[in-house]
């Protein structure tokens, strides 16, 4: 299949529609505007239906109606534009309702900049909503990772009923980069038994809520909410791993940065440095494995994010205390360089 030069946002939006995205809603915002662009001229063409909402809140509580009517659908924002989704997140997951959210994250906190960030990483792994409750995210490196993440993505949501999300840094949501689109997947079936429009008159229409007034009844759903959970704990890691076997330090990024981290891993090696790579693919469900089983030559860590360090608390986590961990981050939308990379791990090694 040839490929094809196509800006990130763009990439994303057409092998959603491939994957069976039918439905979309969202609210613009710089730097995601190409996304919901694409959708609104490319969806009607298949059947499908666009919808500027009047607000990124009316955008993912349209997402929850069309999720529970057992439809293929997607929103996107970027970050400040994401707190407001929030709340119709955390609904969507406690109604077990399947849908893919697009993060292309950009500087903040507050209304911050456009350029790429990876701040919102609390936000998308620890729930962003209220309760007890998480999602799978995936924070890919290239626009073809991002496509072929889509897929997956739709694939997920619709096995364990639960939103899931792309955190995808600025950069890869505007970078052109030649990409293979899929137009016609082997598409899985899933038994939507439970949606409200499977009904065909044989019986009660479904109730989706996510209310539980009676304490006993909302432990018991968080529960088995949890068991889900450790399901897509136990089946869902995704990692790419570079040179652990000799190496002196490790470094630990995702998205953009890791990209950047694979360059430094060559000047190092140039330098008589042996460097390594964990670049977690699923930031929710995190590899801790990968931090944890790291072997003895491994004398430390080195955390690399576009953000003031918020990965670095689940690679600590992971790490169990077992070597030193180091942070090097940049913010506000600065991009780090190789160069500020490898001057801080030749100061953490003594070099």
Known sequence: MAKKLMKGNEAMSAAAINAGCRFFFGYPITPQNEIPEYMSRELPKVG???IQAESEVSAI?????????GARVMT??????MALKQEGLSYIAGAELPCVVINVTRGGPGLGGIQPSQADYFQATRG???GDYYMPVYAPATVQEAVDLIGKGFDVADQYRTPVMLLVDGMIGQVMEPVELNENPERKEFNKSWATTTTKG???PNIINSLYLKPEELELHCEKLFRKFDAIKENEVMSETIGLEDAEIVLVAYGTTARIAKNVIKSLEKDGIKAGLIRPITVWPFPYEDVKNLNEKVKNILVVEMSMGQMIEDVRLGN???KPVYFYGRTGGMVPTPEDIIKKVKEIMGR
């Open 48 to 50: 499908g239906s666009f």
């Open 128 to 130: 962003g909503g209220n």
């Open 61 to 69: 509580n349209m997402v929850y109606g069309a999720a529970g009517c």
């Open 202 to 204: 044989e019986r009660a």
């Open 320 to 322: 169990e205390g077992r």
């Open 76 to 81: 996107s924002s970027s970050s400040p534009g």
